[in-house]
């Protein structure tokens, strides 16, 4: 694989436009609903950005199209085509690293994204496990608003994040998400062991009919 080397543009909403990350594209978007394949293009331009305020560059300190394979496929996990016998995020993880090998990506680079995809609910692991681990975890957080990882905030200003919302809209991202979650959880108790992510947004639901998740975004930056 030829690693991207170009700088990072200055339109917030470019894509990277290569021939994997169409596949990447060509894969997720049929497979999963529009609000959370708006959520995964927005992690991702997210992540360049604070990418920038931490003053890592493209080429030099990570890879664009990895970046973009695996904010892109973070939750291939929950897609409608998918076997759903494991937790989503593993699912996911695994399918993202057999579309990578078959369209030439390095063994060890796959293996990077597929890390970065397992382990972006793992708070305080992901951040130990390398550069895209840490910017795949605080894109996903910041398009929470947030409160889920490091204090990134100021890596996206408000002209950035019209313009990234206006081309992928919000479409009520966290309760399509929630729900997603919860419905691959549901199908198999290998999906959702207790304390993860997925067992307890499950647990929650059954018990409280609300996450505390949906609870606490209702007040972050973003109009969920």
Known sequence: MTRTTREAPRDPITLPGTPLADAVVNLVRPVETPSVFNHSIRSYLFARLVAGRLGLAVGHDYDDDLLFAACAMHDLGLAS???????????????????????????????????????????????????????????????????????????????????????????????????????????????????????????????????RMEHACRSTRWDH
């Open 81 to 211: 085509d998918g076997p759903h016998r494991q937790r989503f995020e593993v699912e996911g993880a695994d399918r993202a690293a057999e579309l990578l090998v078959r369209h030439g990506v390095p063994a060890t680079d796959a293996d990077e994204v597929w890390q970065a995809i397992a382990l972006h609910t793992s708070p305080g692991i992901a951040e130990r496990r390398g550069t895209l681990c840490v910017l795949v975890r605080e894109g996903v957080a910041l398009d929470f608003g947030g409160p889920l990882g490091a204090d990134h905030a100021e890596a996206v200003t408000d002209e950035q994040a019209d313009a990234v919302h206006a081309a992928y809209p919000r479409l009520d991202m966290i309760r399509s998400l929630t729900d997603a979650i919860v419905a691959q959880a549901a199908k198999d108790p290998k999906n959702a062991p207790r304390y993860s992510i997925p067992g307890e947004f499950l647990r929650e639901r059954e018990t409280f009919g609300r996450t």
